[in-house]
T-cell receptor, first 109, second 116 residues
């Protein structure tokens, strides 16, 4: 069974600092996703990573994928308050997408 | 135009009642899903349909029955509601795996179900 582990589960950061969220998964997969969820809202797709070594960047967020290690990272650069949200990684295999537990990020001034 | 629309957005009901949640997508996707998000924010897949055919049926009480009248619609019917069914239910859609192109999943806005 495909399992996805994400850490940390809770992350409190100061504005301007950098940090990385980690996502490990248990079996080979087709795609890896990162989503953002604001309180009371739906899931917003941030990145889709398809192949080993894939790196994607959008603003202060950068995601990477190492399929050999079955590891993806979401790196936050110079955090700002607007990035406060819950971030999920999810792994898709044969149209069966499983989520990590989520990282609740709080960015403090 | 909303890509994946769910109704209702909020649903408050008593234990033992039967209720339905509807989902429609206008993206031309082949595959639709139901996910449950509990109070701790865990997201768990419940069902998926590809072109009206059930392809994923997780360990979910048989009080939950999905129905897909066509590939643009996936409804969820819940019988004999229990307190533990309280959660947010998300519908989603995507292309099927053997069709290249956009691999994204699009999620609906969610239905917050509260059983009292």
């Amino acid at each position: 069974e495909l399992k996805v582990e994400q850490n940390p589960l809770f992350l409190s950061m100061q504005e301007g600092k950098n940090y990385t969220i980690y996502c490990n998964y248990s079996t080979t997969s087709d795609r890896l996703y990162w989503y953002r969820q604001d309180p009371g809202k739906s899931l917003e797709s941030l990145f889709v990573l398809l192949s080993n070594g894939a790196v994607k960047q959008e603003g202060r967020l950068m995601a990477s994928l190492d399929t050999k290690a079955r590891l993806s990272t979401l790196h936050i650069t110079a955090a700002v308050h607007d990035l406060s949200a819950t971030y999920f990684c999810a792994v898709d295999r044969d149209n069966d997408m499983r989520f990590g537990a989520g990282t609740r990020l709080t960015v403090k001034p | 135009d909303t890509a994946v629309s769910q109704t209702p957005k909020y649903l408050v009901t008593q234990m033992g009642n039967d209720k339905s949640i509807k989902c429609e997508q206008n993206l031309g996707h082949d595959t639709m899903y139901w996910y449950k998000q509990d109070s701790k924010k865990f997201l768990k897949i419940m069902f998926s349909y590809n072109n009206k055919e059930l392809i994923i049926n997780e360990t979910v009480p048989n009080r939950f029955s999905p129905k897909s009248p066509d590939k643009a619609h996936l409804n969820l019917h819940i019988n004999s509601l229990e307190l533990g069914d309280s959660a947010v239910y998300f519908c989603a859609s995507s292309r099927y795996r053997d069709r290249p192109g956009d691999y994204g999943y699009t999620f609906g806005s969610g239905t917050r179900l509260t059983v009292v």
